[in-house]
Structures are given as C-alpha cells and as structure tokens.
C-alpha cells in the first residue's frame, strides 16, 4: 500500500517568519502534488511537480521534488495570514496515475 | 454558476434517514469522484465516474450508493448511515481519470453529521 506522510501535522508561527513542510513515501510517484484548502472550502491545486529534483516557485511559496521522486518540500518564506490553511500533497501512482493523498499540514500564521 | 458546487453544505441526520448529497461541474469535465474527508486523515476516494461510468469503487459500504446521470451531475445517496459516518464529503471533477499531472477541481464539500 503506498502511504504519504506529511510532516508536521500543525504548525502555528507569527507572520514574516519562514517554514518548510514535508511529504514523504517509500515509494516512486510519477508526479505529485500540492493543494490548499481553507476553512469551508475545497482543496485547491497549487503545483504540480514532475521530474525528480524540480522545483517550482509560485510568489512565496518553494516546491521541490525529491531526486528519487520519492518526496517533497514545500517551503514558504515570510509567511502572511493569507497563507494559513490545510496543505495537501498528493503523488500520483506511476501503475495508474490514481492519486494518493497525505493528511495534510494545518498552518496558521499569527498576524 | 462556475467550478464545482456541492449541495447541501451542511447535513445532519439520524441512522434511520435517507438523504442525497448532489455534485454539479461546470468545467466540462468528464470524470467526476466522490471523496470523504476526516479530520487528521488522508483524503478517502470513495467513487470515481468516467463518462457516467463507475470506474473504482473503493470497498465501500452499499449505505452509500452513488449516480451518476450525466457527466456533469453527480449524487451520492445516503441511508442507513453509521455516526462514523461523519465527515466532509467532497466531490471533484478531472478532464478524465487515469491520466497522469491531471487536476482535479473540488467542490466547497458537504459537512455529514450523523446521529
């Protein structure tokens, strides 16, 4: 069975400072990807990655891929209310593409 | 109206009841999944339609009986439910499933209490 795990579960900082939050497997995922959802919404898509070792930008936020396709970062430089919300990632399988969901990372950014 | 939408928002119902969560995609899209989201759990697929077709159905209970009449209407029908059953049902819409860097697009979710 293939398992994501994102790390950390909660994470509660003030405004301007900087985080990372991870998602990781022992398995290979032929792409994966980052989603936000807030409260009584949705989950919206924020990237996807594909090739091992990307990394895309989108304004504040840093996503990578891990070399091995195995894992991912998302990291967010000085963070701002706006951002807070439940991260998401989500890799693809490489059989058939059906994608398998972390639990995610609650933020919250303490203006 | 744009996107995805969900209807009711809201829920609550006791074990005896019979009740239908509807899903509507504006997107022209042609796969459509239910999902039940649970506090500190990955996202559960429940149900996933490909042309109206049911194309995965992920063990779950037969108290949960979805349809699909068109490719843009999607209803999950509820009866019998179990209070575990409590959750924020999702559904979301893809161009088709299967394929790989696809997105989905998700509805606001209905919020299912169970009594």
């Known amino acids: 069975t293939q398992l994501l795990e994102q790390s950390p579960q909660f994470l509660s900082i003030q405004e301007g400072e900087n985080l990372t939050v991870y998602c990781n497997s022992s398995?290979?995922?032929?792409?994966l990807q980052w989603y936000r959802q807030e409260p009584g919404e949705g989950p919206v898509l924020l990237v996807t990655?594909?090739?091992g070792g990307e990394v895309k930008k989108l304004k504040r936020l840093t996503f990578q891929f891990g070399d091995a396709r195995k894992d991912s970062s998302l990291h967010i430089t000085a963070a701002q209310p706006g951002d807070t919300g439940l991260y998401l990632c989500?890799?693809?399988?490489?059989?058939?593409?059906?994608?398998?969901w972390g639990a995610g990372t609650k933020l919250i950014i303490k203006p | 109206e744009t996107g995805v939408t969900q209807t009711p928002r809201h829920l609550v119902m006791g074990m005896t009841n019979k009740k239908s969560l509807k899903c509507e995609q504006h997107?022209?899209?042609?796969?459509m999944y239910w999902y039940k989201q649970s506090a500190k759990k990955p996202l559960e697929l429940m149900f996933v339609?490909?042309?109206?077709?049911?194309?995965e159905n992920n063990s779950v209970p037969s108290r949960f009986s979805p349809e699909c009449p068109n490719s843009s209407h999607l209803f999950l029908h509820l009866h019998t439910l179990q209070p575990e059953d409590s959750a924020l049902y999702l559904c979301?819409?893809?161009?088709?499933?299967?394929?790989?860097?696809?997105?989905?697009?998700f509805g606001p979710g209905t919020r299912l209490l169970v009594l």
């Open positions: 979301a819409s893809s161009q088709g499933p299967g394929r790989d860097r696809e997105s989905q697009y």
């Open positions: 997107l022209g899209h042609n796969a």
């Open positions: 339609y490909n042309f109206k077709e049911q194309t």
């Open positions: 398995s290979v995922f032929s792409s």
């Open positions: 990655v594909v090739t």
């Open positions: 989500a890799g693809a399988s490489v059989s058939n593409y059906q994608l398998i």
